[in-house]
T-cell receptor, first 110, second 113 residues
Framework: DAKTTQPPSMDCAEGRAANLPCNHS???????VYWYRQIHSQGPQYIIH???NNETNEMASLIITEDRKSSTLILPHATLRDTAVYYC???????????FGKGTMLLVSP | NAGVMQNPRHLVRRRGQEARLRCSPMKGHSHVYWYRQLPEEGLKFMVYLQKENIIDESGMPKERFSAEFPKEGPSILRIQQVVRGDSAAYFC???????????FGSGTRLTVV
């Protein structure tokens, strides 16, 4: 079973920031937080991952709380093409498998 | 650098036939993973292979399903005697090392009629 909890759906206006929350209250000290997204009919796409420090790349920012029990993925300027299901996953780095939950369906509207 | 290539993109099989799904990993990747996504459900891990070895098949159904990743050529997911419940999207991912740098393919959508 997935070890994360995400809202089933969220809406965001185009050009605004999308903030997607994730709860992972049972995360272990050696588990990383990963984010993937799946645009309709495509394979999952890696977005970002982190252990305890905040991370930023060209796609998004990841904010992890100090107690590591929750995190937020931030898409700073959402576009229509960001409409997708976003999955938050916790796992030990180097572990072979990814355990996907139901994710959050983000709908970006004009 | 081509990504993970899966073919065919769409596959239709009649009940009782065999389905063969192919996955060519990214260049330099020797680790391959197969996932299945049933309609309206999340992705579920099936099997993890390295060249010529099955490392973890804990997610594979016990019957009719098999996977291989030969020394030469693509990884193959084989489903014998397909049933309607096998209809799903099958995704392959590859990585250069165990569990790192996962890249997924676009999937094969299997429809059993």
């Amino acid at each position: 079973d997935a070890k994360t909890t995400q809202p089933p759906s969220m809406d965001c206006a185009e050009g605004r920031a999308a903030n997607l929350p994730c709860n992972h209250s049972t995360i272990s000290g050696n588990e990383y937080v990963y984010w993937y997204r799946q645009i309709h009919s495509q394979g999952p796409q890696y977005i970002i991952h982190g252990l305890k420090n905040n991370e930023t790349n060209e796609m998004a920012s990841l904010i992890i709380t100090e107690d590591r029990k929750s995190s937020t993925l931030i898409l700073p300027h959402a576009t229509l093409r960001d409409t997708a299901v976003y999955y938050c996953i916790v796992r030990v780095e180097g572990y072979s498998t990814l355990t996907f939950g139901k994710g959050t369906m983000l709908l970006v509207s004009p | 650098n081509a990504g993970v290539m899966q073919n065919p993109r769409h596959l239709v099989r009649r009940r009782g036939q065999e389905a063969r799904l192919r996955c060519s990993p990214m260049k330099g990747h020797s680790h391959v993973y197969w996932y299945r996504q049933l309609p309206e459900e999340g992705l579920k891990f099936m099997v993890y292979l390295q060249k010529e070895n099955i490392i973890d098949e804990s997610g594979m159904p016990k019957e009719r399903f098999s996977a291989e990743f030969p020394k030469e050529g693509p990884s193959i997911l084989r489903i014998q005697q397909v049933v309607r419940g096998d209809s799903a999207a099958y995704f392959c991912a590859s990585s250069p090392a165990q569990g790192s740098g996962y890249t997924f393919g676009s999937g094969t959508r299997l429809t059993v009629v």
